[in-house]
């Protein structure tokens, strides 16, 4: 026979509590081991819907089934492929980070971005013309998660582009990504001069052929695995990728050299991709959208399976809510400005790159890459306690991707809604800062958290779909 | 004079906690009045009240710090005295940043991940206890859910969730609980023994633990269930559960089960339930003509096979002013020394404990007839709003309605210490019944206060002309911190007569207001 209680009666009692901590200090003086919950009320207005939710009684087990498949799931680069023909991309369709949005209410780099892609496309002579065919609505906008792709930053995907294509065998996804052009005046920033549409024209001929037979011939490659060392090289792996990037380019390099191309071609591509140090982030991008998507359709989860920015909302969706966005007012950024530009040029949070945090990296493994605070602000302290801060909203830790500072703790992975709206503590996010005015470019780097109405709405939904 | 007034967002501390901040600001030099609240309705109401503006949208999660000082000086010693009051919270639960300690746990879940807890204790407030509770649920730990104003529907919702991934919720409004010898929240210091508890009050469990104390007979464990748990909406659920993990408990002989008046199907349902265990299970169930818990206790103890002792008692020490004025009384003789009831004909009873309340009333309506209250034991006993009726009234300051956005009366006696400085001078007030409950988690020394308030009362009496019967209902065990000699010694100084039963205190009260001894006993 069991013993009732899980045998509570039986043993010396072990305390937790939540409250006032005249009991916790009353427990104490009778010697009992205690650990005081450092609690505060939950984000105004949701105590109800937390109630419902916290006593559904799938919650546990989906947010375990959750976290087990996130990260379970693999993530092998496996080809790289034209838009159109990877993800069935028909001409007059462009995808775009976020959630999904008009054209009026696009902010200035999407609009950007918008404009030098009907420019790649030769939709378009002008950016006034491109412009006013736009706002016309000639061009279907498309989430790039819509097509369980991601992007970074404005995120546009047109047909012609290619992108990268990385497979989960574990759970049969695939997830794509377009290709990195760099830093500075590039097309995800917001940026359309001609120098601009110029890379973008000689990556679809060049670069991206190159790499297709690189990894036809190399792949699969185990981008996964790739994250895991990198973290152990100080990358947090959406703000920081040099360690990343450089193990990418040591795998692709002994194929791409003996690639079908003038030899002027093969080394440029080296050249651009070796000096590129966010190589290697459109394939960390698309590996988390694996381990996501995992994740999605568990019902009575609560875990995040999205966070993504349009430069104008910022967007989530969760595990229990299937396809559903919950969206709010993105934030703006708080960090370092490149050059002379300020706090003013810096447009809202913008790209779907905070899928590295949805995954449990970037922002959630910053202290894994201390020196990242020379990027983004802030200092070293910050970066640990960032991490740390992230085990209070998250339903377990990776089993793959470890912090060495950290005893080699699994980096916070899972994030629950639930624990987000009892803590009002938000996801850390670590970004790029697009400036807010079409064609600027990159301005700086920091900090941001998403809007706590994401969290509120989606909590609401959960609570209405809840099961007593 | 200056007035400062300011709204904190980001920081929540427990009432409890700024309570004392907000002593420790007002003693500082040059403050004359400061509160220091989150800003709840009650805390705005009270900081309104005292001529401070609070500026709209202020939410209930913010800090409002009000502080009154002769001059700009005051204020900043206020705030000064503020800060490290606040500094000296936080340090339990410090966040130091590079290589210290992580961050403290933001939920009771990663609180009993972190501790490997097998048991959680909820305090929060009413309104977000329910998630806390699930949430140790559903990491399989039992839970003691402190807080009160929790809906019946969640109560429900929270038992059944319980049972199925078998472990209790002792709650909610569960102020008493001993498992394996550990006490939690307010609890009596007793000694181990044979007897298994099952407590569907909080106080009730604490009166009965301080009479097996008195007897000698130590306790295995006092399983809380919560108030309501014999109703007919909850049906007994946690009890049942409670009474299948004692009976399986080696460590207990017998059980007995204590509770609040019981929807009698429920009682019935259970005590079915309770045959069949295999233990001996008795019954302390208070209700109409059902015994109280004393004459429960003592049957308990006869069928037991264990002596019923004489309950302890303490008689009023009286007052040399006084004797002075009406030299001819008794010393020892309670009626005597207290003096008659003059023109005040009607009880009141000012209760922290809401079992002790119901208790009370039930002893005393055979008497009274109907006794007017905010627990009433009938629906036309009820009390208005203001809590006052020139009858027989007896009030639980425990009671939700009087602890919404505020501490516990065992905490915050402020309510109750109001309302007996004004019997004092109500000269309906013929004889005034108290409780007092010793134990972890209570005040420090409540006897001093309370015996100041008792002093006050009587002193307001006798200037109105009359003199005015105090007596106490005094819950301790030998083992408690505040130590019952002495906290009855400080009661008895005040002129207050003082009883460990608080049946027996009832009926001390009763003989008093009419001037006859219904005890029939002598001492």
Known sequence: MTTPLRGLLGSDPVLATAGASMFADALRDQAVVVTETDWQPPLEGTAGQLASVMGDPRRTDANALALQRMTAAGADFVDVRPAREALGLERGTFLHAGPPIEWDRASGPLKGALIGAMLFEGMAETPEAAEVALARGDVQLEPCHHRDAVGP??????????????????????????????????????????????????????????????????????????????????????????????????????????????????????????????????????????????????????????????????????????????????????????????????????????????????????????????????????????????????????????????????????????????????????TGMAGRVAGTGQVGAGLVTPPAECFTQAIAALAANARA | MTDHLEVRSGAYYDSVSLMQVSRQVASASGVEAAQVAMATELNLEVIGGMGFVVPDGVQPNELVVAIRATDDEGVANGLSALDSALAALKSAGSRSGGFGDAPAPRTLGRAIAAGEANLALVSVPGQYATIEAFDAINRGVSVMLFSDNVSVEDEVRLKDAAAASDVLVMGPDCGTAVVAGVALGFANVVERGPVGIVAASGTGGQQVMALLDAAGVGVSHCLGVGGRDLSAAVGGRSTRQALAALAADSATESILVVSKPPALEVLADLEGYAAGLGKPVHWATLGAGRPDLTAAVEAFLSATGLAVPTWPSWQPIPNPASLKDRGDQEPHDPSGSVGSAGEGRYLRGLFCGGTLADEAMLVASGELGGIRSNIPLAPELALDGDLRADDHVVIDFGDDGLTRGRAHPMIDPTLRLERIAAEGNDPHCGVLLLDLVLGHGAHPDPGP???????????????????????????????????????????????????????????????????????GESR
């Open chain 1, 153 to 430: 930053m404005a995120g546009v995907i047109s047909p012609s582009m290619w992108v990268y294509e990385l497979r989960d065998e574990v759970h049969d996804h695939t997830s794509w990504c377009s290709l990195n052009e760099g830093l500075g005046k590039v097309l995800r920033y917001g940026a359309y001069g001609p120098e601009v549409i110029e890379r973008l024209h000689w990556m679809n001929s060049v670069l991206g052929p190159l790499l297709q037979q690189a990894i036809r011939a190399a792949g699969p490659i185990d981008v996964k695995s790739i994250i895991a060392q990198m973290l152990q090289m100080g990358d947090e792996g959406h703000n920081r990728n040099r360690a990343g990037s450089l193990m990418l380019l040591r795998e692709l390099l002994p194929s791409l050299i003996v690639a079908d191309g003038t030899s002027a071609d093969i080394a440029e591509a080296v050249r651009f991709s070796g000096a590129n140090e966010h190589f290697f982030l459109n394939l960390g991008m698309p590996a988390c959208k694996l381990s996501t998507l995992a994740a999605e359709g568990i019902p009575g989860s609560t875990v995040v399976t999205t966070m993504a920015r349009n430069g104008t909302d910022f967007g989530i969706r969760t595990a229990g809510t299937g396809a559903q966005w919950f969206t709010g007012p993105a934030n703006t950024p708080e960090g370092l400005f490149l050059g002379s530009y300020g706090p003013d040029d810096a447009n809202p949070d913008i790209g779907d790159s905070a899928i590295t945090e949805t995954a449990g990296i970037g922002g959630f493994a910053m202290a894994a890459a201390p020196a990242i605070v020379k990027f983004v602000g802030g200092d070293v302290p910050l970066a640990l306690r960032a991490t740390r801060t992230m085990y209070e909203i998250t339903v377990g830790e990776h089993t793959a991707y470890q912090v060495p500072i950290l005893e080699f703790r699994g980096t916070p992975t899972g994030i629950d809604v639930a624990a987000v709206a009892r803590t009002g503590i938000l996801p850390q996010i670590n």
């Open chain 2, 449 to 519: 206060e309370l015996a100041d308030a008792i002093r006050g009362a009587r002193e307001a009496a006798r200037s109105g002309g009359r003199e005015l019967p105090v007596v106490v209902s005094l819950t301790g065990a030998q083992g408690d911190p505040q130590g019952v000699s002495a906290t009855a010694a400080t009661l008895t100084a005040a002129g207050a007569s003082v009883h460990l039963s608080n049946a027996e205190a009832t009926r001390a009260a009763l003989s008093l207001l009419s001037g006859t001894d219904h005890t």
